[in-house]
């Protein structure tokens, strides 16, 4: 297919935010994008997520791990506001949670992102569009708005998908028009709930050599990721929780650690996935 292979070197460049610096650290001081303290969430009686601090970067690639209702879901819903915590407090880019009012700034893939039938009945070009929406309000687009459409679906290589429906797509491509919209919204954020799951490996492999070009390119991710290695083989740093949090750190810590054997209750092996 090799859609991915677009240049996004004007992501940033256009969007005011600053490229890494060959060391692979921001090029100037910024304030972290996500900061939790002492965060607890329940269902009812049922606890979620308990007593859960940690920080974010501007910039940084986390991935979100752990078994299977450990919370992860609900951790990355409390990071983004979509949750209000019963304890501690969220902030986001340097506000508060609730004060944080320019959704635009946030790109946010869910599980259902490659499901066919939870497709909108659109097409791509109309999907990628609706990321302008929070810049125009109910006005129209004006140039400025169509180039940033046209640029970001040249950017994750869909523009010849632009006519196509989006129920219509196959599921690696429905992701490329989701992050397609992120991106025409300027976002300067991109939260992913195990955006593969049902994906061709091809598109797989794509997909997340499309995340690392534009981490490397100063847009923050946090990525939600049963498969441990691709989590260990992609992020800056790992974040492992089963309720309550087993580890937050560089990739090599969290290897190195116990975290993994404590949070899912058996001794656990990372299978590393090399990629270029």
């Not at 078994?67 to 986001?92: F, I, Q, W």
């Not at 869910?110 to 929070?134: H, I, K, L, W, Y």
Request: hydrophobic share 40%; charged share 25%; proline share 3%.
């Amino acid at each position: 297919m090799g859609a991915f292979d677009a240049h996004i070197d004007r992501v940033v460049d256009s969007n005011g935010r600053a490229k890494r610096s060959e060391d692979g650290t921001s090029a100037h001081t910024v304030d972290p994008a996500i900061e939790l303290e002492d965060v607890t969430f329940a269902y009812g009686d049922t606890p979620a997520v308990r007593d859960v601090s940690l920080t974010v970067e501007a910039g940084d690639f986390l991935g979100l791990v752990g078994p299977n209702g450990s919370g992860k879901t609900t951790l990355l819903h409390l990071m983004l506001g979509l949750h209000a915590p019963d304890e501690g407090t969220v902030r986001l880019f340097d506000r508060p949670i609730d004060e944080v009012d320019d959704g635009s700034r946030i790109g946010y893939v869910s599980q259902q992102a490659t499901n066919r039938g939870g497709a909108m009945p659109v097409t791509v070009r109309e999907c990628v569009t609706m990321g302008r929406f929070a810049h125009v309000g109910h006005g129209r687009l004006g140039g400025e708005d169509r180039e940033a459409v046209a640029t970001a679906m040249e950017t994750v290589g869909i523009v010849d998908l632009a006519d196509r429906l989006m129920n219509e797509l196959s599921g690696g491509q429905r992701q490329r028009a989701y992050i397609a919209r992120a991106l025409a919204s300027e976002a300067d954020l991109l939260a992913l709930d195990e955006p593969t799951v049902g994906v061709d490996a091809e598109s797989r492999d794509a997909f997340y050599a499309l995340l690392d070009r534009l981490n490397d390119d100063g847009i923050t991710i946090v990525l939600i990721e049963h498969d441990i290695g691709v989590v260990t083989d992609r992020a800056d740093h790992v974040a492992c929780i089963n309720t309550e949090l087993y580890h937050h750190g560089d990739t090599e810590s969290f290897v190195e650690s116990d975290a993994l054997a404590d949070a899912y209750g058996a001794t656990g092996q990372v299978v590393h996935h090399h990629h270029p």
